[in-house]
């Protein structure tokens, strides 16, 4: 079953703005992931944070994750056009799992 | 070198047909899986292979059977195509799968008319 609920559905913003994503979860983890989809491609893993780590940089990306709220969330900071992607979470319940995504737009 | 390939990249058929998809990962990982994604994107697993062997069969109707002849391959063959089996069909692999991080296929849109 779904693991992974990301939030909100959709989200539109300026180039240069910050773009945060969150995602909820239902059982305890060992890990979270966070994806990339591009429009018509698959999913390009991003970042992985452990359920012993609380916040995690890669780049423009920061990931936090508090297991007590069983909630992430991603910041793209600085965010631009090549960023337009949906955005997924997903939890190693098992194999990993996923949401439906964040839908992101950045508008040049 | 795609990491992960899978074939064909549109499959349009009439209900009631027999399809399949491949797919192919140069990876040297040990697990492989399918993923089947809605029209809503909601990305859900159906099958999972680790070695050549079915470790998850989700709620998959049995028209839907997957098969591994090596480890680098999984395909996926679907009898008697249904209206509602529309959907891009995604092919992945990891190293040990668990909680390892997952490399995905470009997708197969498959078309049921």
């Known amino acids: 079953s779904q693991q992974g609920e990301e939030d909100p559905q959709a989200l539109s913003i300026q180039e240069g703005e910050n773009a945060t994503m969150n995602c909820s979860y239902k059982?305890?983890?060992?890990?979270l992931q966070w994806y990339r989809q591009n429009s018509g491609r698959g999913l390009v893993h991003l970042i992985l944070?452990?359920?012993?780590?609380r916040e995690k940089h890669s780049g423009r990306l920061r990931v936090t994750l508090d297991t007590s709220k069983k909630s992430s969330s991603l910041l793209i900071t600085a965010s631009r056009a090549a960023d337009t992607a949906s955005y997924f979470c997903?939890?190693?319940?098992?194999?990993?799992?996923f949401g439906a995504g964040t839908r992101l737009t950045v508008k040049p | 070198d795609t990491a992960v390939s899978q074939t064909p990249k549109y499959l349009v058929t009439q209900m009631g047909n027999d399809k399949s998809i491949k797919c192919e990962q140069n990876?040297?990982?040990?697990?492989m899986y399918w993923y089947k994604q809605d029209s809503k994107k909601f990305l859900k697993i159906m099958f999972s292979?680790?070695?050549?062997?079915?470790?998850i069969n989700e709620t998959v109707p049995n028209r839907f059977s997957p098969k591994s002849p090596d480890k680098a391959h999984l395909n996926l063959h679907i009898n008697s195509l249904e209206l509602g089996d529309s959907a891009v069909y995604f092919c992945?692999?990891?190293?040990?799968?668990?909680?390892?991080?997952?490399?995905f296929g470009s997708g197969t849109q498959l078309s049921v008319l």
């Open positions: 992945a692999s990891s190293l040990q799968g668990g909680e390892e991080k997952l490399f």
């Open positions: 059982t305890s983890i060992n890990n």
């Open positions: 944070i452990r359920s012993n780590e």
């Open positions: 997903a939890t190693d319940w098992g194999d990993m799992r």
């Open positions: 990876l040297g990982h040990d697990t």
């Open positions: 292979y680790n070695n050549k062997e079915l470790i």
